[in-house]
């Protein structure tokens, strides 16, 4: 047995699409088949049950009206079950009392009602009369057992994050619906006018299987096996990997094998490799016409993730995490010209520039980070690049007005410490500047209301008053330190001689 668990694609970003289109279904398939599948299968089964036997008897009576009137000769012949069937409903059927005739039709009546309340009906795809619109939609979440939920969702889970990084929410949605859509369109001539329901989101996964192989062709793919060591009965395991394409290709191939016995496997197999053709087609458009390119710009200009295009920007990110400042701060300069001023990438040179020494060019660094940071708030990268320059100056020195931006992100970020310094540094090295009043008054209410240090906030507050007296927080301050517990004595002073 063959299990992927994992690949090398680097996800940046929490993918909520996925996580919602995974959650998504495991709720339609609790609501579906735990909740409702036992119920509505045993009304479906007694109401099925009530139609055969009302039919039953009226064709028994159909059969002995023929046999046994009188002076029967023989060549009359009842008619067959099928067109007994189709004459049953208007009501002329020699042989059958009214009495049978309505015990059928209630019974019809019956299973009709239940049938169009029933969810496996109503929600799973069908190519007959009885289609409804929504069932392009619902048969995306619905699925026939455990099994088949379980693996599609394993699958998706692996392929969906790396391509919801890389084409942003909204194109990745674009991707799964109308994959999906593809899907059911391609197996439309196979199940066509049959009774065959199709549901589960294969087909809207085989759509991001295509558009992975386009995309992330090169990557490896990870697998555990398990299995038994020649003919012994021990059982052994072991992990291996393959690149993206030959899964995919082995995968594909497959498909191709069962095409002309999909009927008989209960898979709908046209649907996975019409969605397939999609994706692959819909990643090629978007790199081959430059849209991702361009989406991506639009978010670089608004302050977004860096390129998942760009290799120097990636090789930054990834020697960053890996702790490798000198080599990361090489590449933020050559993606830092392709995209000049991108926040995220100044951050990550500015925690660069400060683990390797160069604080003078990492402050400078870090400064333009949160300018172009402002409009859209920090990154994980910005706010340790901050952690790690103050770590090696007596003050990071910035901006008055851009050390009140950084130090409020630290307060949101629930890091009190980290604002306490960061208001601190904007107090003592620029005590004449207009900001200087609120960072001091800032920072003695953090003491008090977030570090439970009364104390260490009293003296800041006395602080406040002396160097601003007249400065409209002073009465805020004044007001604040009568409202503090007298400060206690360091020790207890003991008498003379012990």
């Not at 039709?105 to 409804?132: H, Q």
């Not at 994050?161 to 196979?190: D, I, M, S």
């Not at 395991?237 to 999909?262: A, D, K, R, T």
Request: with cysteine; net charge neutral.
């Amino acid at each position: 047995m063959f299990l992927p668990y994992a690949h090398d694609q680097t996800i940046r970003r929490v993918p909520w699409a996925t996580i919602t289109i995974v959650a998504l279904n495991l709720v339609v398939f609790a609501a579906t088949r735990v909740v409702l599948a036992e119920r509505d299968l045993g009304s479906l089964e007694g109401a099925t049950r009530r139609l055969y036997e009302a039919q039953a008897s009226a064709y028994q009576d159909h059969v002995r009206s023929i046999r046994d009137r009188p002076g029967a000769t023989g060549a009359e012949r009842p008619l067959p079950w099928d067109e007994f069937l189709e004459v049953l409903p208007r009501g002329d059927v020699p042989g059958v009392a009214p009495a049978k005739q309505e015990r059928w039709a209630a019974a019809k009546a019956d299973l009709e009602r239940l049938e169009r309340g029933n969810a496996d009906l109503n929600l799973d795809l069908v190519f007959t009369s009885d289609f409804r619109p929504w069932q392009l939609v619902t048969h995306l979440f619905m699925h026939e057992g455990w099994e088949h939920l379980l693996g599609n969702l394993w699958l998706f889970a692996l392929a969906a994050p790396p391509l919801e990084y890389r084409f942003g929410t909204r194109l990745f949605l674009v991707l799964y619906f109308v994959g999906g859509w593809v899907a059911a369109l391609a197996q439309w001539p196979a199940f066509h006018g049959t009774d065959v329901r199709m549901l589960g989101a294969s087909g809207a996964i085989a759509a991001c299987f295509g558009a992975f192989l386009v995309r992330h062709a090169r990557s490896r793919v990870r697998f555990l096996w398990l299995g038994r060591f020649l003919v012994t009965s021990m059982l052994r395991w072991g992990e291996l990997s393959m690149p993206g394409w030959l899964l995919i290709g082995l995968w594909l191939v497959q498909q191709l094998m069962f095409l002309s016995i999909q009927f008989d496997l209960h898979i709908a197999v046209s649907a996975h490799l019409g969605g397939f053709a999609f994706g692959a087609v819909f990643a090629y458009a978007l790199r081959r016409f430059d849209w991702e390119k361009k989406l991506f710009e639009r978010r670089l200009a608004m302050g977004g993730e860096a390129s998942p295009d760009d290799a120097d920007t990636d090789m930054a990110v990834a020697l960053a995490q890996s702790r490798a400042w000198r080599d990361a701060s090489g590449y933020c300069l050559r993606a830092l010209e392709k995209h000049p001023g991108h926040p995220v990438l100044l951050a990550i040179h500015a925690q660069s520039l400060a683990h390797v020494g160069d604080v003078d060019a990492a402050r400078a660094a870090l400064g333009r980070a949160i300018e172009k940071a402002k409009a859209t708030g920090p990154t994980e990268y910005l706010l340790d690049a901050a952690k790690a320059l103050a770590e090696r100056l007596p003050g990071l020195g910035l901006d008055p007005a851009l050390g009140m931006v950084l130090a409020r992100w630290f307060e949101d970020n629930d890091e009190p410490a980290e604002a306490l310094w960061a208001y601190r540094d904007v107090a003592d090295s620029t005590p004449d500047h207009a900001l200087a009043p609120k960072a001091l008054h800032r920072l003695a209410e953090l003491h008090v209301r977030k570090l439970d240090r009364p104390d260490l906030g009293a003296n800041a507050f006395r602080a406040f008053l002396e160097r601003y007296p007249d400065h409209p927080l002073a009465a805020g301050a004044r007001q604040a330190l009568r409202a503090l517990p007298a400060a206690r004595p360091a020790s207890i002073p003991l008498p003379p001689g012990r």
